[in-house]
């Protein structure tokens, strides 16, 4: 039942990828500038980075699959650097067209900061699969998956506002270069998180989940922990040890020493008959 889960999860973005791909990327692969609109004067940079972002949304699937599944580790591995290097070139390229946006300085920040987290989130996935850190490596790499499907959210996030006639085209642009990626991205770590809470929670441990302080717990806790200390150190206790050899050094008379008078308190002085001197 997980299995098929997981297919169906993972079978989704292909297809909607596919959709995309052909619904308006493969319309590029032409030499007629109506085609492009005002993208003709950057049609190679726009070519590179459609090319290198669609074998990414292509292949991201398909290694999501393999490595959830850890089959054919080094047909995943030569996807994976097949990947990384999509987002690396379509990452760039999308910079440079953030750049030179007709769509004004606020759009054009939205793309350049898609395109940053886009790049770091890979990058991050890439250093912890090198560093063996498989869970991380996981983590990073959905991240990642999320930001390329920006691909597809962003065309439909401007064609749902265009049916529903909210904004010009400009107003519609400009939501779609920060809403298309951000908002997917913190439902996925919502839920990335989440899982974390849950799977930790007392209802499924059946016990009661041990917190980690704070830093300001943690300060109060080892500030108390010196005063103990300091004032055990100025109050020393006698141990057994110390004890006994304190008695065994004592001085022991089971008599009167000669030449010594013999100490009396003071109501046994009251009692001692006086002796008259002769």
């Known amino acids: 039942m997980h299995n098929r ?6 079978l989704t973005p292909t297809v909607a990828a596919l959709w995309f791909l052909n ?4 319309e590029y692969f032409s030499v007629d500038p109506d085609r492009y609109g ?20 292509l292949l991201g699937p398909l290694q999501l699959w393999l490595g959830l599944n850890r089959r054919e580790v080094l047909l995943h591995r030569i996807l994976g650097g097949a990947y990384v290097l999509g987002v690396l070139v379509s990452g760039s390229s999308a910079l440079y067209l953030a750049r030179h946006t007709d769509f004004g300085w606020i ?11 886009w790049i770091v989130s890979t990058s ?8 063996h850190v498989a869970e991380q ?10 930001l390329t499907f920006g691909f597809v959210t962003f065309r439909v996030f401007t064609e749902v506002l265009q049916v529903a006639g909210v904004g010009t085209t400009l107003e519609q642009m400009t939501a779609a270069s920060w809403f298309s990626w951000s908002v997917p991205l913190l439902i996925t770590e919502l839920v990335i998180q989440g899982r974390k809470v849950l799977a930790h929670s007392p209802s499924r441990r059946g016990g009661v989940v041990r917190r980690s302080a704070n830093p300001i717990g943690r300060i ?3 500030g108390a922990g010196v005063f103990s200390w300091a004032k055990t150190f100025r ?18 008379s089971s008599g009167r020493v000669d030449g010594a008078e013999p100490q009396y308190s003071h109501e046994a002085r009251e009692e001692r008959p006086s002796v008259p001197c002769p």
């Open 5 to 10: 889960l997981t297919k169906a999860v993972l």
């Open 23 to 26: 619904s308006y990327a493969f």
């Open 38 to 57: 005002i993208y003709w004067p950057r049609r190679e940079w726009l070519l590179v980075h459609i090319i290198a972002g669609g074998l990414a949304l």
């Open 107 to 117: 759009a054009g920040m939205g793309f350049t900061t898609m395109a940053v987290a």
């Open 124 to 131: 991050f996935a890439t250093i912890a699969i090198l560093l």
């Open 137 to 146: 490596h996981r983590e990073w790499m959905i991240r990642s998956y999320v």
């Open 220 to 222: 109060l806790k080892e």
């Open 235 to 252: 109050q020393p206790t006698v141990t057994g040890l110390h004890l006994s050899s304190l008695l065994s050094s004592a001085p022991r």
